[in-house]
């Protein structure tokens, strides 16, 4: 917002349209825009001093072409002309921040949403697996209820002595039911909270991520900024030599132009204060009204008070109006404060802007009154150089005599030059010796980046490796216990067959054993009657009852003796089953462990990698600080041989050729020296090029890597719910085993 102030100020300045009248529409930024104004007049003012400088120098300098004192003067006015590129320079790096800052926020922001949308879809995806969860929970709960429901069916047919066990052991199986569901939803909560670490983490690394992506962002940007930098340099030390000429013809009309404008803005301040006034005015009577209004109601409320006083002696319903009155009253007294609170800060406001429109006036008048002096300097400059090249012409003649004492001394001079200029190589070149021993550093810190880099892919190559060799074996695992259940199914389908063939022939032998049993005692009844039976029939009928028995119990006891062997062989197998899950329990738990591991390894090479990224932006820094130094210091070497060459070009037409050739070896010098500083800063862009690259490809590897964890997680939670359909199928035939030996037991 700032800047956007300054440069519309800046506009209206050069427009002739004061600041002020800019902002009194929004007379809340008045203050604000005020100040903005202020900077504006004087970098106007300093303009001015120094095109007036300039002006006088240049009219100096044609004057007294051979003159040491006037040799000197443009040597010391000359500096001022190259400040006037920095405050111009600084702005434009100011706007590159602003859009370099505003392109950093548009990929944060980019980056952000683009990690959003991938946790909406995974946790999408995770809501989807919970509900196919949930809805495997409830039919397991239907086949249950089923089974229930069988169970009682069952139990009503049989006979009440028998109700009551089966219902104990239909309680202890409901409550073995609920056990269970209880341990899956806590295993439910268990992976739950790992997915709950799992998205923090991601959430972290792709923080770091985004990080690392605008650190190579800034690197990119410093690398653009020095290289405009170098082009501004070269192409303002051009545009420098060309536009003097140039410039000092217009500044004069320029002046001019300025002076107009800042009457017009004196005008323009005139009108905003007569504004003013009429508006205090304005506020200062509303002020008095709101007084008056004031000591109305006041009356008022003395009148009813009064009235009030009265009213209660009479009536004592009248209570509740007289409080609602009563808090109006001091509603009314509350706005009537923040009524006064509120002129008395609207009359604060105005004697502030008053003191700021007074403080602006008296800024213009010392403005006007040092550019009326400036412009007086300048006449009676123009007219002393004038009288001053009328001497000169005189002197001309004069000085043709001294001519020989003049060269001696001008011969002394360029020696001292000389040996001066041949002192800022030597420091040239010491310069250029450390900017290569500070490169050679730079190449030393690569290497043993790039060796870290490379144990570090060796590290997790092998750790890959490892964790591929671990899934194989899971698998293979996974699939000899699939292979063993499923035959274990089968032999559980074949001994269910065999025991109801072996039920519905015991049925069938009952069903005989009646029929015979109920024949016997028809006949025994017909004996009875006919009173023809003996006591042998008898006993031989209590013998063959006594058999029949016995026979029926050594069946029974046969058919006992093979389920319970089947049942025992079932539990050998069950208890296999469960060490089975035992140790495979184990193994995940390892195998947790070991990916914790794994994630903490990882979480300690993403550190060493920031580590090693402030590194090589810190030795970035250096580089490119010793680089502009360097070009600094050689631009300032370059440009007083240029202006000195420029004021003695008429003096130096009698030197020798010793002198020339002196001089065109030291721009040689310069020149090669400028281009080992530019070798020097292009080889260590490259380097850091190569190790951003570098870094780039780990990061790479790393989504790899993670990409592979959440591979193998999502592997390992379909086991579990591979495990757990097992888990459900085994305790199913433990409940129907126990079922039968219930009914035989029976």
């Known amino acids: 917002m700032a800047r956007t102030r300054s440069e519309y100020s800046e506009q209206d300045a050069s427009n002739g349209i004061s600041p002020v009248l800019a902002s009194w529409e929004d007379p809340h930024s008045f203050r604000q ?62 706007l590159k921040n602003e859009i370099t800052s505003l392109k950093r926020q548009a990929e944060v922001s980019e980056i952000e949403l683009q990690s959003l949308r991938k946790q909406i879809e995974k946790e999408s995806s995770r809501g989807q697996n919970l509900s196919r ?24 047919f049989s006979n009440e002595s028998k109700t009551s066990k089966t219902s104990k052991t239909l309680k202890s199986e409901i409550e073995d039911t609920r056990l269970q569901l209880e341990a899956m939803k806590e295993e439910l909560v268990y992976e739950k909270e790992l997915s709950a670490n799992l998205q923090l983490q991601l959430r972290k690394t792709q923080n770091s991520n985004s990080e690392l992506l605008l650190a190579v962002t800034d690197l990119e940007a410093m690398l653009e900024q020095k290289d405009k930098e170098i082009l501004d340099l070269s192409t303002n030390i051009k545009s420098q030599k060309t536009t003097k000429e140039r ?10 132009l300025k002076i107009a404008d800042q009457d017009e803005e004196i005008d323009n301040y005139c009108k905003q204060r007569e504004e ?42 009248s209570l509740v109006t007289i409080q609602q009155l009563e808090s109006h009253v001091e509603r009314l007294e509350e706005k009537l404060k923040v009524q006064e609170d509120e002129f008395s ?36 400059a123009k007219t002393e150089q004038e009288e001053r090249a009328v001497q000169a012409e005189e002197a001309l003649r004069k000085t043709r005599h001294n001519n020989a004492v003049a060269s001696e001394r001008f011969q002394e001079e360029y020696r001292l030059l000389s040996v001066e200029m041949a002192q800022k190589v030597e420091e040239n070149e010491n310069m250029t010796l450390k900017a290569v021993a500070e490169a050679d550093e730079l190449r030393h810190q690569n290497k043993l980046i790039e060796e870290m880099l490379h144990k570090c892919n060796q590290e997790l190559r092998l750790i890959t490796d490892q964790n591929e060799v671990k899934m194989k074996e899971l698998l293979d695992q996974r699939d000899s216990k699939a292979k063993i259940i499923e035959q274990m199914s089968q032999e559980l389908e074949v001994k269910s ?11 069938e032998k009952d069903a005989l054993f009646s029929k015979q049993i109920q024949m016997l005692r028809s006949q025994i009844r017909m004996l009875m009657e006919d009173g023809v039976l003996s006591e042998k029939v008898r006993e031989d009928a209590k013998i063959a009852q006594k058999g029949q028995p016995f026979m029926i ?74 680089h502009m130094n360097l070009t600094s210091r050689d631009n300032e070497s370059a440009v007083p041989p240029a202006k000195t060459h420029a004021k003695k070009s008429k003096s130096e037409m009698h030197k020798g050729k010793d002198a020339s050739s002196k001089s065109e070896g030291g721009t040689v010098n310069k020149s090669d020296e400028s281009k080992v500083c530019q070798a020097s800063g292009s080889e260590g862009e490259c380097l850091t090029n190569e190790l951003l690259n570098e870094v780039s490809l780990l990061k790479e590897k790393n989504k790899i890597m993670e990409n592979e964890l959440k591979d193998m997680e999502e592997r390992y939670s379909e086991i579990s719910l591979k495990f757990a359909e097992v888990e459900g199928e085994r305790q199913q035939l433990v409940m129907a085993v126990r079922n039968l030996k219930n009914g035989k037991k029976n």
């Open 33 to 94: 825009n005020s100040i903005p104004s202020k900077g504006t007049v004087k970098a106007i003012a300093t303009e001015a001093q120094v095109h007036k400088r300039s002006n006088t120098n240049w009219s100096m300098g044609s004057a007294s072409d051979g003159s040491l004192g006037d040799w000197t003067n443009s040597l010391e006015d000359n500096p001022p002309r190259e400040r006037l590129q920095e405050p111009s320079n600084n702005s434009n790096e100011s």
């Open 133 to 156: 969860q949930i809805i495997s929970l409830r039919e397991e709960r239907d086949l249950l209820k089923t089974k229930y429901e069988q169970l009682k069916s069952q139990q009503n």
């Open 247 to 256: 410039e000092e013809g217009i500044e004069f009309d320029l002046l001019r």
């Open 276 to 317: 003013l006034s009429e508006q205090i005015k304005e506020l200062t009577l509303e002020y008095d009204l709101l007084k008056k209004e004031n000591v109305d109601i006041s009356l008022r409320l003395k009148q009813d008070e009064a009235h009030h006083i009265k009213l209660q002696n009479e009536h004592s319903s």
């Open 345 to 380: 800060a609207s009359l604060v406001y105005i004697k502030e802007l008053e003191d700021e429109v007074k403080s602006l006036e008296k800024e213009l008048k010392t403005q006007a009154e040092k550019f009326e002096e400036d412009l007086h300097v300048m006449q009676c």
């Open 497 to 507: 067959k065999q025991l109801e063939n072996v039920q519905r022939h015991y049925d």
């Open 553 to 626: 119990s050594n069946d029974g006891e046969m058919i006992l003796g093979t389920l319970l062997s089947e049942v025992e062989t079932f539990k050998n197998q069950h208890i296999e089953i469960k060490h089975g899950l035992h140790k495979e329990q184990m193994e995940k738990e390892s195998m947790k462990k070991q990916i914790s591991q794994l994630e903490g390894e990882l979480k300690k090479k993403e550190a060493d990698l920031s580590t090693m990224e402030k590194k090589l932006k810190n030795n970035k820094g250096r580089a490119a600080v010793t």
